[in-house]
Nanobody
Framework: QVQLVESGGGLVQAGGSLRLSCAAS????????VGWFRQAPGKEREFVAA????????SYNDSVKGRFTISRDNAKNTVYLQMNSLKPEDTAVYYC?????????????????WGQGTQVTVSS
């Protein structure tokens, strides 16, 4: 089993920055990689970014490329999402998720473990 806990959300003005953290416990390295998703009110869940525990593979949604950066600290079993140049449309609950399989990073159904989410609100 793997447990995921997100933190770092909050209220920020447009153009500002936040760094989200996803702390993994249990058997995090039994998973292949970790992704970030978000869900805004009334909208479907959306893939944001993903990375693997071992290697350099990363993937981003086009809407966040150049603004968001995913990284990891294996020693701390933690994955980060640095979010810069935030826009009001980035407002959502952000979730991290871990998966044991390879495949399409943006497919949420392929992730095995999910955190409880952290709210990010960007004011205009």
């Amino acid at each position: 089993q793997v447990q995921l806990v997100e933190s770092g959300g909050g209220l920020v003005q447009a153009g500002g920055s936040l760094r989200l953290s996803c702390a993994a416990s249990g058997r995090p390295f039994s998973t292949y990689g970790v992704g970030w998703f978000r869900q805004a009110p009334g909208k479907e869940r959306e893939f944001v970014a993903a990375t693997v525990w071992n290697g350099v593979l990363v993937s981003y949604n086009d809407s966040v490329k150049g603004r968001f950066t995913i990284s990891r600290d294996n020693a701390k079993n933690t994955v980060y999402l640095q979010m810069n140049s935030l826009k009001p449309e980035d407002t959502a609950v952000y979730y991290c998720a871990a998966r044991t399989s390879r495949g399409t990073w943006s497919e949420g159904a392929l992730y095995d473990y999910w955190g409880q989410g952290t709210q990010v609100t960007v004011s205009s």
